[in-house]
C-alpha cells in the first residue's frame, strides 16, 4: 500500500474535516502515483512487487466515488478501503463499503 494521510478519529467533529478529508484523499492519490513511479523505475517492465492503493474520502460518498475513478485509471492488482477510522456509524460504515465496492473493478480483490 502507498503511505496514507490518516485522519485521527478526533477530527471528525472538527469544522474544517470536509476539507481536510479532500486533502487526504488527493495526498494519498499523489503518494500512490510516486509509488507506481518508484515501482516502475527500480523495476522495469516486470514488476514483482504489487501496490494495492488506499481508497480514502471518509463518509463522503462522492469523494469516494471520485477517488475509485482515480485508481482504476491505474493498472493495479487490489485495492484496499480505507478512511474508516472507527469514528463513523455502522449505517455509514456500510454506505462506504458499498459505494466504494460498485465503483471497484470485481476482477481484483477489494
Known amino acids: 500500500m502507498q503511505l496514507d494521510d490518516v485522519i485521527p478519529a478526533y477530527e471528525v467533529s472538527k469544522d474544517n474535516f470536509k476539507d481536510r478529508v479532500n486533502l487526504a484523499a488527493e495526498r494519498s ?5 510516486r509509488s507506481i513511479e518508484y515501482i516502475n523505475k527500480v523495476q522495469g517492465d516486470f514488476p514483482t512487487s504489487n501496490i ?3 481508497v480514502q474520502g471518509g463518509v463522503d460518498l462522492d469523494l ?3 477517488m475509485c475513478k482515480e485508481i482504476n485509471l491505474r493498472n493495479v492488482p487490489g ?4 478512511g474508516l477510522v472507527g469514528g463513523e456509524s455502522k449505517s455509514d460504515f456500510v454506505k462506504v463499503v458499498n459505494v466504494c465496492c460498485r465503483n471497484l473493478p470485481e476482477e481484483i480483490p477489494r
Open 29 to 33: 492519490v499523489r503518494w500512490l502515483d
Open 52 to 54: 494495492f492503493p488506499i
Open 64 to 66: 469516494r466515488v471520485k
Open 79 to 82: 485495492v484496499a478501503i480505507g
